[in-house]
C-alpha cells in the first residue's frame, strides 16, 4: 500500500487536526490515526488528553452512541487545532442508521470514528489486530477528509468511496483517487492560509457549518 | 460520490432531519429539509426534487397523504417511505400509493445507499429519456448530420472529431461563422461515452451578463424581480452530457472567473443560494474570435482560455473547400424536397459554376439559405443561375436579371432573416401589413428555418 505522503519541507508545524479519545480509547490507535493522517494526508495532527465518555450521546434502547451530539461536543470546542476527529471504542448510530464506522461533518469541524466493529471478521470471530488499525487508519482518514469537504467518490478502490461493510472496507487502498488528492490538496492549502493569517487566540477557527 | 441527487427530507423530528441531511450531504446530494407535509408541498412547488424520504408519522399531513398528493403533482420524484412504527398495512398502502421503497428506522447503511443508487439510476433514465426525445425532435441524424465535406480538410475535421470524442478534457472549436460550429460539437457528444446524456447549448454572445449568469448558475426563488419559481440552470441540466457554450469569446471577464473555478472546483452555486451544487458535464466551447487575440488586448483571461482549449478542432471556411460546395449543395437541396414534400432539384451547369465560384462570406450557413431561396424560386425541379441570389453586392451584380416578383421575394427573405423572422418587426420594416406578409409568405412557400 503505498502511502500518499505530501513531504513538502515548508509544511508548517501547526497542528490541524487534533485526536481526541473518548473515554477509554488504546493509545496505539490513537497514534495510528494520528500518523496516517500526518503521513497520507500530510495534516499535522496532535493527540489531546482522553475526554470523558460521551455518555449523553447514549441511546439507551440501543446501547449505542449517537454519533450527532458527539459531533457537537467535539465541534463546539473552540480551542486547539481547526479539525478534531474522536476515537470511541463504544458503537456508534444515527438516529435513522443501525450503525456507522464513523460520521463527520461535511466541511465543518468534527469527525468522529468507532473501532467497536472493527476487529470483527466477516465469517465471524475476529481479525488480526494489525488489520483492525488499517481499517481504523481507513476511517479516520475518510472521515477527516469528509471534514475537508471531499464527498463519497466512485473511483475503483478511491479511500472516499462509501464503504457499508467490513468485507467494502477492506476493499479499499489507503489511497485517494486523483481527483480527490486534487481537492484535498487545495482544501489542505486553504486551511494553512487560514491558520498562517489568524492570530494565534483564535487558531481552532473556522468554526463548523454543519 | 453517485449521482448527486437534490433530495427533500420531510420529518417532523428535528434530529432525524438534521442527522438524515448529513449523512447525504456525505455523499455529495444536495438536500432541502421539510418538518411537514405542507412544508414539503411548498418546497415541491420552488424546486425540482428528484427523490423525497417521508417519514410517515407527522402531525397534520401525514407521509401517506403528501406521497398520494406528490404522485399526483410530481410524479418524477422518487418517494422513499421511512417509519419507526412500520406494519404490514402501511407498507402496503404506501406501495399502493406510488412509494419506491418503505425503510423501517433504524435501517442499514447498505440498505439507504443501494435505494439512493436506485434513485440515480432512474433519473439517469428520466433524463435520457428526455434528451432523446429532444435530439429527434431536434430532427439529429445518428451519422455527421447536416456535416457534409469530402475535402481533406473537412475529412481531417471528421477524424479530429472521432479522436476527441473518446476524451474527456474541454474542447475548444474555431472557426468563421457559419462553419457548422455547433454541429461539429453536437457530433463530438454523439460519438462519446456521454451520447445518451443531454446536449445542453447556450449562445453566450447573445445574452446580457446578468441574464447568462443565470440561465448558466440556475437561480433560487427570490434572487431577484421576476425569479418567482427556483431554476436550474444549464450547468445542472448539463449533468452526465455535454455543455456547449458558443461565442465563447463574447463571455465577461467576471464570467470567465466563474466559469473558471467552476471547472477547477467542480462546485457552483445558484445565483441568490447558498448551497454548492456538482454536475458531472464535458465542456465544449466555440468561437469565430481568435482568443489568442483577444488575450493580448486583455480582453479574455488567459487561465480560462489554457481551461477551455486543452483539445481543439478548427473548421476551415468553405472558401478553402471548394470541393465541398456541391456536394453541401445536394445534401441542402435533398433535404428542402424532403422537408416541404416538392420534387428534389437539381442545379444547373451555371449555377454549379456560380456556387464554386463565389466566395461565401457566410459559409455554409449562407450556402443553405441560397439553396433553399432557390428551391422557392425555381419553377420547376431545375435551379438555374438566375436563381441563385448571393448576398455579397459583386456576386448579385453578376447575376442575371429577376422578374419583379423574383426580386420582391427576395427582399422579403433578406428582411425576414434580418429580422430573425419575427414577422411583426419585418413588416414594419418593409412598411405593409402583418396580414400581408403573411399572406406572401404562404403564397411563395416562405418559412422560419
Redesign the interface.
Known amino acids: 500500500m503505498a502511502p500518499q505522503a505530501d513531504n513538502r519541507p515548508d509544511a508548517p508545524a501547526t497542528p490541524l487536526v487534533e485526536v481526541v479519545p473518548l473515554g477509554r480509547v488504546s493509545q496505539t490507535a490513537v497514534a495510528v490515526a494520528a500518523a496516517n493522517l500526518q503521513a497520507i494526508f500530510n495534516l499535522n495532527a496532535s493527540v489531546s488528553a482522553p475526554w470523558p465518555e460521551p455518555t449523553y450521546a447514549l441511546v439507551p434502547t440501543?446501547g449505542q452512541y449517537?454519533?450527532?451530539p458527539i459531533l457537537r461536543a467535539l465541534a463546539q470546542d473552540q480551542a486547539g487545532p481547526p479539525l478534531r476527529l474522536g476515537l470511541t471504542g463504544r458503537d456508534l448510530?444515527?438516529?435513522?442508521?443501525?450503525?456507522?464506522f464513523g460520521?463527520?461533518?461535511?466541511e465543518g469541524r468534527a469527525a468522529v470514528v468507532s473501532m467497536y466493529r472493527l476487529q470483527d471478521a466477516a465469517q465471524g470471530g475476529k481479525v488480526s489486530r494489525a488489520l483492525m488499525l488499517e481499517r481504523l487508519a481507513k476511517i479516520a482518514l475518510h472521515e477527516t477528509a469528509?471534514v475537508l469537504g471531499l464527498?463519497?467518490?466512485?473511483a475503483p478502490g478511491c479511500l472516499m468511496n462509501?464503504a457499508?461493510?467490513l468485507a467494502s472496507l477492506d476493499r479499499l487502498r489507503l489511497i485517494l483517487c486523483p481527483d480527490c488528492q486534487t481537492?484535498l490538496a487545495?482544501r489542505r492549502q486553504r486551511l494553512r492560509d487560514q491558520i498562517s493569517q489568524a492570530p494565534q487566540s483564535s487558531r481552532g477557527l473556522p468554526g463548523p457549518k454543519? | 460520490?453517485?449521482a448527486a441527487l437534490q433530495v427533500l427530507v420531510v420529518d417532523d423530528?428535528l434530529?432525524?432531519r438534521?442527522?438524515?441531511a448529513?449523512?447525504l450531504?456525505?455523499?455529495?446530494h444536495q438536500v432541502t429539509l421539510a418538518e411537514s407535509g405542507d412544508r414539503a408541498l411548498q418546497m415541491l412547488e420552488q424546486g425540482v426534487f428528484d427523490l423525497a424520504l417521508v417519514d410517515i408519522k407527522m402531525p397534520g399531513m401525514d407521509g401517506l397523504e403528501l406521497l398520494r398528493r406528490m404522485k399526483a403533482q410530481y410524479p418524477d420524484t422518487l418517494v422513499i417511505i421511512?417509519t419507526a412504527y412500520g406494519s404490514i398495512e402501511s407498507s402496503v398502502e404506501a406501495m399502493k400509493a406510488g412509494a419506491s421503497d418503505y425503510l423501517l428506522?433504524?435501517?442499514?447503511?447498505?440498505q439507504?445507499?443501494l435505494l439512493l443508487h436506485k434513485a440515480g439510476g432512474q433519473r439517469a433514465l428520466l433524463r435520457e429519456n428526455l434528451a432523446l426525445r429532444q435530439r429527434l425532435a431536434d430532427g439529429e441524424c445518428p451519422g455527421f448530420g447536416d456535416i457534409v465535406g469530402r475535402s481533406p480538410a473537412m475529412l481531417a475535421v471528421f477524424g479530429r472529431i472521432e479522436e476527441v470524442a473518446q476524451a474527456e478534457a474541454p474542447v475548444l472549436i474555431t472557426g468563421e461563422t457559419g462553419t457548422g460550429k455547433e454541429l461539429v460539437a453536437r457530433a463530438v457528444h454523439s460519438r462519446s461515452p456521454r451520447a445518451y446524456g443531454p446536449f445542453v447549448a447556450i449562445n453566450c454572445g447573445a445574452q446580457a451578463e446578468s441574464l447568462l449568469e443565470s440561465e448558466l448558475f440556475g437561480h433560487e426563488r427570490g434572487a431577484f424581480t421576476g425569479a418567482v419559481k427556483a431554476r436550474r440552470g444549464r450547468l445542472e441540466m448539463a449533468d452526465g452530457g455535454t455543455l456547449f457554450l458558443d461565442e465563447v469569446g463574447e463571455i465577461s471577464a467576471k464570467m470567465q472567473v466563474a466559469l473558471l473555478r467552476v471547472l477547477e472546483?467542480k462546485r457552483f452555486q445558484r445565483v441568490g443560494g447558498s448551497q454548492d451544487l456538482t454536475s458531472d458535464f464535458r465542456l465544449i466551447c466555440a468561437t469565430h474570435r481568435d482568443l489568442s487575440q483577444l488575450i493580448n488586448q486583455g480582453r479574455f483571461r488567459q487561465d480560462f482560455y489554457y481551461r477551455i482549449n486543452v483539445l481543439s478542432i478548427h473548421i476551415p471556411p468553405l472558401r478553402q473547400r471548394t470541393e465541398d460546395i456541391i456536394p453541401l449543395s445536394e445534401h441542402f437541396l435533398e433535404k428542402f424536397a424532403r422537408e416541404t414534400g416538392r420534387p428534389r432539384a437539381r442545379l444547373d451547369g451555371a449555377a454549379g459554376q456560380a456556387l464554386c465560384s463565389y466566395p461565401w462570406p457566410g459559409n455554409v450557413r449562407e450556402l443553405r439559405n441560397v439553396i433553399e431561396r432557390a428551391v422557392i424560386l425555381a419553377p420547376g425541379d431545375k435551379i438555374e443561375r438566375r436563381q441563385l441570389t448571393f448576398l455579397s453586392p459583386q456576386a448579385a451584380e453578376d447575376a442575371a436579371p429577376l422578374t419583379l416578383a423574383e426580386m420582391e421575394l427576395n427582399h422579403i427573405h433578406r428582411v425576414l432573416q434580418a429580422q430573425d423572422w419575427n414577422i411583426r418587426q419585418a413588416a414594419a420594416v418593409l412598411g405593409i401589413d402583418r396580414s400581408t406578409l403573411s399572406r406572401k409568405m404562404k403564397k411563395a412557400g416562405l418559412r422560419a428555418p
Open positions: 440501543r449517537d454519533a450527532g448510530c444515527l438516529p435513522f442508521l443501525s450503525y456507522v460520521e463527520a461533518q461535511v469528509h464527498v463519497h467518490c466512485q462509501f457499508s461493510s481537492i487545495r454543519g | 460520490m453517485s423530528e434530529a432525524m438534521e442527522s438524515i448529513a449523512w450531504r456525505q455523499d455529495g421511512i428506522k433504524p435501517f442499514d447503511p447498505e439507504l445507499m472546483d
